[in-house]
């Protein structure tokens, strides 16, 4: 019978290297203070053994977990995974936090938590116990919960704010809602659209503001009204085909809407086939987020693409920095969308009244 190969630790490594389990334990950290020889010397052993750095051993100095934690809102995220619709809000979030972390020698746990719960305290110090996190990223609407804002201050714990401006104390992060939606409504106008419709998000999440300001921004700038032309959603397909509809019932020149996010699109979408409307050549639609549902929309769908994975993963990076007591920046680190045209827009068939 074949041995079974004991596997390779952190000891293996120091006695190949000829230096102490702290200098090894430095290295695996990434941290600055190891010569650059004395790094190669320890790294040159790690490859040799195929050593594999654990958690364990990276929190040898006991200062640090080499963890950070991710929050997600709970009811949104099972019931976009039980819709099965396409949003990958989350894979993407995973995708960014996780590389980055890989780099840096760090995991990312991903939990979700319910932001209206009254239980969110009891959640987030049972997982602060049990994880010892060395930072927290939350998205919207965690990022502006002062519960949970609050309670990490309290533990001292260094946290990103995405979606925020920063208020509670964390880093904040946000994804150029406001330059985004100006971006996009002004791809319509562009286009030769002055009747332009807007789809709100929900109330509780400040980008909700920031998209809606934005859209007014470059209708104001046109010179084009904007009354009576912007109806509430709430970021669900059912809102976006009422608000649609109340958008082509009150304003019937309407000839493009922009929904602040793809399921509300799809709602108008679906709406506009039902009222024998051509997309595009009667009624153009701009989405946000950009999630795989919209590319395989008939016609596919222009977008803003919004940059979670960049975000989280430069989220990642200033969490860690924190707890290297490196300066961060001053304000809101704002990592820019970028637009997508496909073929739910082009120029309208008739000019508008």
Same mark, same amino acid.
């Given at each position: 019978m074949a041995r079974r190969r004991k596997a390779v630790t952190i000891k293996h490594v120091a006695a190949d290297a000829g230096v102490s389990l702290q200098t090894v334990s430095r290295v695996i950290n990434n941290e600055a203070n190891v010569r650059p020889q004395m790094r190669e010397r320890v790294q040159q052993s790690i490859d040799r053994?195929?050593?594999?750095?654990?958690?364990?051993?990276?929190?040898?100095?006991?200062?640090?977990?080499?963890?950070?934690?991710?929050?997600?809102?709970? *009811?949104?995220?099972?019931?976009?995974?039980?819709?099965?619709? &396409?949003?990958?809000?989350?894979d993407q979030m995973l995708l960014g936090g996780m590389l980055k972390c890989a780099e840096y020698g760090y995991r990312l746990i991903f939990e979700l938590v319910d932001t209206h719960n009254d239980h969110v305290e009891r959640e987030l110090k049972a997982a602060i116990a049990a994880?010892?996190?060395?930072?927290?990223?939350?998205?919207?609407?965690?990022?502006?919960?002062?519960?949970?804002?609050?309670?990490?201050?309290?533990?001292?714990?260094?946290?990103?704010?995405?979606?925020?401006? &920063?208020?509670? &104390?964390?880093?904040?992060?946000?994804?150029?809602?406001?330059?985004?939606?100006?971006?996009?409504?002004?791809?319509?106008?562009?286009?030769?659209?002055?009747?332009? &419709?807007?789809?709100?998000?929900?109330? *509780?999440?400040?980008?909700?503001?920031?998209?809606?300001?934005?859209?007014?921004?470059?209708?104001?700038?046109?010179?084009?009204?904007?009354?009576?032309?912007?109806?509430?959603?709430?970021?669900?397909y059912q809102s976006g085909t009422a608000a649609a509809e109340h958008l082509l019932d009150r304003n019937p020149c309407v000839t493009a809407i922009l929904a602040s996010n793809d399921q509300m699109a799809l709602a108008t979408l679906e709406l506009a086939r039902q009222r024998g409307l051509r997309?595009?050549?009667?009624?153009?639609?701009?989405?946000?987020?950009n999630t795989p549902a919209v590319l395989h929309a008939q016609p596919p769908m222009t977008a803003i693409d919004q940059p979670v994975a960049a975000t989280t993963s430069r989220a990642v990076e200033l969490i860690i920095a924190s707890k290297r007591g490196e300066q961060l920046p001053d304000g809101p680190t704002i990592v820019?969308?970028?637009?997508?045209?496909?073929?739910?827009t082009a120029r309208p068939a008739k000019v508008s009244a």
């Open positions: 053994l195929g050593y594999i750095p654990s958690i364990a051993a990276q929190r040898m100095s006991g200062s640090r977990s080499y963890l950070i934690l991710a929050l997600n809102d709970r *009811e949104r995220t099972i019931e976009d995974w039980r819709a099965r619709q &396409g949003s990958d809000w989350v994880l010892q996190p060395d930072g927290v990223i939350l998205t919207p609407p965690h990022s502006d919960n002062r519960l949970i804002t609050s309670l990490l201050s309290a533990h001292n714990i260094p946290f990103a704010q995405i979606g925020s401006e &920063g208020a509670g &104390g964390g880093i904040p992060l946000i994804m150029g809602d406001h330059d985004a939606a100006r971006l996009a409504t002004q791809h319509l106008i562009d286009l030769g659209h002055s009747r332009i &419709g807007f789809i709100t998000g929900s109330s *509780e999440y400040l980008l909700s503001d920031w998209r809606t300001a934005g859209w007014q921004a470059a209708m104001d700038a046109a010179g084009l009204p904007v009354d009576g032309l912007s109806e509430q959603g709430d970021f669900t997309v595009p050549e009667d009624l153009s639609i701009i989405s946000f987020d820019p969308a970028q637009l997508i045209e496909r073929g739910s």
